[in-house]
């Protein structure tokens, strides 16, 4: 039984309540479903037999889903390798490879661990970083959200004292989820940080998310900046920030790994939050991505709802970019 088959198993065993999780991943993924399975569908109609115009052609599917050029083209190796060691020579045969071989670029021998890394005693303290206009804000808006139904005690920290209306964002997001806001207007950014925490250990807070402006193009600025903040953070609460997030733009496609490069380079990045999947037919930029950084996925954005931010499941993920294959 090839993998696919074990995935469709899996999801016919599910609870109600798992299968829900399913379905949001089913909808957010329909737009780069419906471009990429049906290129995918008609090369193996194309093919009778594997040769190496099939393997170009595969390529440049791969590629314009936004899988990303290096990972594609280890991918196609591996396939290579693949089909002459099992002797492979079918189209049709070579499709559970093809779901197996990206399983198997995600993992890649790693432990996934997709939860949120919690404090053992304190408030848990949650860093967002990531360009302007990738839905930061938003993010830490929907993530509280979730905290809130959990039954955990919120806070957001406004620590983007900089982008005109950022503060408001965050108060008004504050409202929808019955979240507590921290800010201060036109104040260092490290020290809203500090009287917010110090709020979050005398008040019993369990969750502490902390937004930040969002400026990529000043490096060495940007570096010291996140410094600062993990310093005062460290000082209040041992061992924070216990995640640092990194929210990308699904569709923004390889600028997005690029950002992922450059956020790794002056700061620990511990996940990543994909933003707008839904909205892109390049829903390959999650295996992208985690081939390219070497960080996790964390979470996704498959719907404006609040509820449309789910933990990332690469089962669920494989599962609805090729359910129709």
Do not use: C
């Not at 949650?126 to 993530?143: C, S």
């Not at 600062?228 to 460290?234: F, P, Q, R, S």
């Not at 609460?237 to 992922?260: K, R």
């Not at 892109?280 to 996925?297: C, D, N, Q």
Request: hydrophobic share 40%; charged share 30%.
């Amino acid at each position: 039984m090839g993998l696919f088959d074990k995935f469709k198993k899996i999801f016919e065993n599910k609870t109600e309540e798992e299968k829900k999780d399913t379905v949001y991943y089913d909808k957010g993924l329909e737009k780069t479903r419906k471009e990429f399975v049906s290129k995918l569908n008609l090369l193996t109609m194309k093919y009778n037999k594997i040769d190496a115009s099939y393997f170009e052609e595969l390529e440049e599917i791969l590629i314009m889903a936004d899988i990303g050029v290096e990972t594609v083209m280890s991918f196609i190796d591996k396939l290579r390798k693949r089909v002459k060691k099992e002797n492979i020579t079918s189209a049709l045969d070579l499709k559970e490879v093809i779901v197996d071989e990206m399983f198997i670029i995600y993992v890649n021998n790693d432990i996934i661990v997709n939860k949120i890394k919690e404090a053992e005693e304190g408030p848990t303290v949650l860093l967002f970083v990531g360009v302007n206009g990738v839905g930061k804000t938003t993010t830490i808006g929907k993530m509280a959200y979730n905290f809130k139904k959990e039954g955990k005690k919120v806070l957001l920290v406004a620590g983007d004292t900089f982008r005109a209306g950022a503060i408001e964002q965050l108060i008004e997001w504050g409202k929808r989820v019955g979240a507590d806001v921290f800010f201060k207007e036109e104040a260092d950014p490290s020290s809203v940080i500090y009287e917010a925490l110090e709020k979050a250990n005398k008040e019993n807070y369990d969750m502490v998310l902390i937004d930040t402006a969002g400026r990529l193009q000043n490096k060495v600025g940007l570096m010291k900046e996140l410094e600062k903040m993990n310093k005062v953070i460290g000082k209040l609460i041992p061992n924070a920030p216990h995640e640092t997030l990194l929210v990308i733009d699904a569709t923004t496609g390889q600028n997005g790994i690029s950002q992922a490069k450059s956020f790794k380079e002056i700061t620990d990045i511990t996940g990543i939050v994909l933003t707008k999947l839904d909205g892109t037919a390049k829903g390959g930029i999650v295996l992208a991505i985690k081939e390219s950084a070497s960080i996790p996925v964390k979470y996704v954005g498959l719907g404006e709802a609040k509820e449309d931010l789910r933990i990332f499941d690469i089962e669920n993920y494989i599962y609805g970019l090729f359910k129709e294959w």
